[in-house]
């Protein structure tokens, strides 16, 4: 079976350091991969989606990068965190191809930007 | 394609009755939908699907229904439990697309 996982589960920064936030598939291969962000109470806010290897989409303009460097794995970073970016970050994957494959979700990171 | 950022509407029912959240969709080309149920601190989880060419679905407990007409989705809880308390989330997927959407969210608590 797949599973997903994220860590850390909880990071506390000061404003100005950087991040990084790694995310790990198993069980499946050539996934699609998603990071998104969850402010308090909000819905979730797609920020990077990635369909291989070095293949990354951006959908919103800011200060988070994110890189796939293997195919089972995704990593959202930061050069210098902004207070904006405390949330929720979730990593979540997808089959590839097919007609209708829903998202599995990871356990989720909290950022608290200082 | 960004969330809203708004309060989170609350539904509250009764323990033993049935819950229905709504959701209403912005892209009639929309082809895929699915509901996912947030427990607080977890990440979503699957609850339902649906594709554009059904009008309604059923799993345990749950019953999706599709309205494209006036882009409405909502999903039926029968016999709320405690553990049906968190933040559901419809979420469409544009045209065929590998992206989706999420909705601003509902937040479901069941009353003892």
């Known amino acids: 079976s797949q599973t997903i996982h994220q860590w850390p589960a909880t990071l506390v920064q000061p404003v100005g350091s950087p991040l990084s936030l790694e995310c790990t598939v198993e069980g499946t291969s050539n996934p699609n991969l998603y990071w998104y962000r969850q402010a308090a109470g909000r819905g979730l806010q797609l920020l990077f989606y990635s369909v291989g290897i070095g293949q990354i989409s951006s959908e919103v303009p800011q200060n988070l990068s994110a890189s796939r460097p293997q195919d089972r794995q995704f990593i959202l970073s930061s050069k210098k965190l902004l207070l904006s970016d405390s949330g929720f970050y979730l990593c979540?994957?997808?089959?590839?191809?097919?007609?209708?494959?829903?998202?599995?979700f990871g356990p989720g990171t909290r950022l608290t930007v200082l | 394609g960004e969330s809203v950022g708004l309060h989170l509407p609350t539904l509250s029912v009764q323990e033993g009755d049935n819950s229905i959240i709504n959701c209403a969709y912005s892209?009639?080309?929309?082809?895929?939908f699915i509901w996912y149920k947030q427990e607080s601190g977890k990440g979503p989880q699957f609850i339902i699907d649906i594709r554009s060419n059904m009008d309604k679905r059923q799993g345990q407990r749950v019953t999706v229904l599709l309205n494209k007409t006036v882009k409405h989705l909502s999903l039926q809880i029968a016999a709320t439990q405690p553990g049906d308390s968190a933040v559901y989330f419809c979420?469409?997927?544009?045209?065929?697309?590998?992206?989706?959407?999420f909705g601003p969210g509902t937040r479901l608590s069941v009353l003892p």
């Open positions: 892209n009639s080309a929309s082809d895929y």
């Open positions: 979420a469409e997927r544009w045209d065929y697309g590998q992206n989706f959407v």
């Open positions: 979540a994957w997808s089959v590839q191809g097919g007609s209708y494959n829903e998202q599995f």
